[in-house]
């Protein structure tokens, strides 16, 4: 019975898959290296862009790092770990997402070189989050504070914009992110998407585009008899309904006289009648209509001179609410003239050959505003908007905080430099992994002077050189790839996607290695449903049968 012992046990499921120690570490390591080098040759004003072709053969080319990483068919867990947290970088801060990938990528690279040399992937992490917090340490007390500052807005803009391929709008693009953000940056609202509504219209030069105190809906009048111009809109935002209810399966109406069948109908009307009368005598002459407005009542509405829209999304009533200082109510026959909104004008407009959309302008007190867009092309456009995105994101930061730092990779040459310091104060093995992580943030200005066509060893080379001599803002000069001052070139970005991007990035790196064992569960076979043939074409992995 003792020789029984040695008999290995088996627990897991038949075709199941585990890799376990240095070997479970290397294949996770080199999947997120995958991830970070598929965006690596986008960084800076001079990175590449990428062609991303979906299932339908729909192409977007863009070197927007959030973008390329959601449309990535990724398959591999670690992988997925990767994408989510540049995902999260992306919603908290909305910039730094390529940043915060690459250093992760060359965190775990650095760590797989001191594996190889038996250091604990325990230390390693360790000396990894005593890194972190000194590196953001580092980066607030270099730090500059430019709270009211107008003008650098404009510069943080900029900064966000280059290299996304719109060069030629950024200084016009610039201004209305600025624009928009700081007529925003009072409502307390966290996700700027909430609060700024880009509307794309192809065609038109790009100088048309242009900031709109207000909203503009994506929908048309109801009734052809209704007015297409409303100046000084008094705006009403109905939650409820103007048609009447139909009646149930089960409901009854007994006429007996077709008197008794005109009065039921007169009715009908006389309630439809009363409730624009309500709408009218509260002074309303726009209304917007979260669900129908029957035809009886369009009929009333334009007799009154009413423009109105059904059928508006409930996320476009929630921003209308915002810029018309409207309230959305449910009931108009408790309608006051207190609830109503205004805007300076209300106008339906065509745009391109078939397409209309309501046009809602001139709100006073706007706590919305919208952008207009317009561009040769709808690539163009996305890009754009993209564009837009990242910059309104930095700006509306940069205004809630105040702090910025220089761009250009001087703050990582910075950090890296009092890294080193840093871990000359440990003697334990932890010192490593503290000298290993400021050489991987050093990947950034590696990474911007390789893209820009610069010698990555002798642009690292004058950058230290720089910094060493105590010119911390220095950093590198795309146009001829020396070091200079990058606060006198404008080239700045808001300290908090900085000190995200290295949280970010730690993050994803510390999960990673602390992963010693994966284990993969066989993969199901797609079965044939119940009547369906096992050789149906969206089977593929059933052989056809040879004719």
Known sequence: MAGLSSVPVVILKEGSKRDTGKDAQHKNIEAAKAVADAVKTTLGPKGMDKMLVDGSGDATITNDGATILREMDI???????????????????????????????????????????????????????????????VLKEMSLDVSGEKDMLLKIAETAMRGKGIEIAMDHLAKISVEAAMAVADTGAKDIEDMVDIVKIPGGRIEDSAINYGIVIDKERTGAGMPKRVENARILLLEGTLELKKLGNDAKVTITEAKDLARFKEGEEQVLRSQVEAIANAGANVVFCEKGIGVTAQHYLAKNGILAARRVKADDMKILALATGARVIGDVMQLTPKDLGQAALVEERKIGEDKHMIFVEGCKKAKAVSIILHGVSEQFLEEMERALDDALDVVLDVIHSGKIVPGGGAPEIMVAERLRQYASTFEGREQLAISAFAAAVESIPLTLAENAGFDPVD???????????????????????????????????????????????????????????????????????????????NMPQMPMPHR
């Open 75 to 137: 398959e591999h867990p670690v992988a997925k770990m990767i994408v989510e947290v540049a995902k999260a970088q992306d919603d908290e801060i909305g910039d730094g997402t390529t940043t915060a990938v690459i250093i992760a990528g060359e965190l775990l690279k650095k760590a797989e070189v001191l594996l190889d040399q038996d250091v604990h992937p325990t230390v390693i992490v360790q000396g990894y989050k005593q890194a972190s917090a000194k590196a953001q340490s």
């Open 459 to 537: 642009t690292l080379a004058a950058l230290r050189s720089s910094h060493e001599r105590g010119l911390k803002n220095h950093g590198l000069n795309m146009e001829n790839g020396e070091p200079g001052d990058m606060l006198a070139k404008g080239v700045v970005e808001p300290l908090k996607v900085k000190t995200q991007a290295i949280k970010s990035a730690t993050e994803a790196a510390t999960m990673v290695l602390r992963v010693d064992d994966v284990i993969a569960a066989k993969r199901e076979e797609l079965k044939p449903k119940p009547g369906q043939s096992p050789y149906d074409y």
